[in-house]
T-cell receptor
Framework: DGGITQSPKYLFRKEGQNVTLSCEQN?????MYWYRQDPGQGLRLIYY???????QKGDIAEGYSVSREKKESFPLTVTSAQKNPTAFYLC?????????????FGSGTRLTVV | AQKITQTQPGMFVQEKEAVTLDCTYD???????LFWYKQPSSGEMIFLIY??????QNATEGRYSLNFQKARKSANLVISASQLGDSAMYFC??????????FGKGTMLLVSP
């Protein structure tokens, strides 16, 4: 079955460490997205990519980095520069960016700084 | 810039009753799409229903319908005959032009027996 796989489901990070969250899709979607979810905040866009080897910053990109070397994969690195990284991270993919295109989401990664 | 407002942090409904979750939006674009997603406690986001700004009929998907009032800029989700499994967080979202999806802050729905 086609879908999006995020791993790990839970991740613990020590302060000062970089961590990478994995996101893989087999839906043949061109566009991929990373959102951050905090309690009471809804979903906020971190980065998105509409094509391989290209990506754009979202509303809260500071302290994060991404790469898009393959169509299927869009990993997110939470760097030590991200001051408050504890949150729920959701990866999504879609056929395009625009009014007609909804997204398919992964099951999320819960990151906790210890 | 586009904005989604969900004014109900939480809603309660009894099983088998209908419930309406409110959503208002703001955009200067004439062409846009409105979406509703459900997020159970497991965390995944499940697509429920879509309404295009030029669609003349209100969208329906099984027990879900979208009450689209363009002049009021509202896109309320109606769930008929609520079930216990409908207890979840519900998000309204919008995309206009070539923009990415913008989400509201969500409404927590609890369905009681």
């Amino acid at each position: 079955d086609g879908g999006i796989t995020q791993s790990p489901k839970y991740l613990f990070r020590k302060e000062g460490q970089n961590v990478t969250l994995s996101c893989e899709q087999n839906l043949n979607h061109d566009a991929m997205y990373w959102y951050r979810q905090d309690p009471g905040q809804g979903l906020r866009l971190i980065y998105y990519s509409q094509i391989v080897n290209d990506f754009q910053k979202g509303d809260i990109a500071e302290g994060y980095s991404v790469s898009r070397e393959k169509k299927e994969s869009f990993p997110l690195t939470v760097t030590s520069a991200q001051k408050n990284p504890t949150a729920f991270y959701l990866c999504a993919s879609g056929r395009g960016t625009g009014r007609n295109y909804g997204y398919t989401f992964g099951s999320g990664t819960r990151l906790t700084v210890v | 810039a586009q904005k989604i407002t969900q004014t109900q942090p939480g809603m309660f409904v009894q099983e088998k009753e209908a419930v309406t979750l409110d959503c208002t939006y703001d955009t200067s674009d004439q062409s846009y799409g409105l979406f509703w997603y459900k997020q159970p406690s497991s965390g995944e986001m499940i697509f429920l229903i879509y309404q295009g700004s030029y669609d003349e009929q209100n969208a329906t998907e099984g027990r879900y319908s979208l009450n689209f009032q363009k002049a009021r800029k509202s896109a309320n989700l109606v769930i008929s005959a609520s079930q216990l499994g409908d207890s979840a967080m519900y998000f309204c979202a919008m995309s206009s032009g070539y923009s990415t999806l913008t989400f509201g802050k969500g409404t927590m729905l609890l369905v009681s027996p």
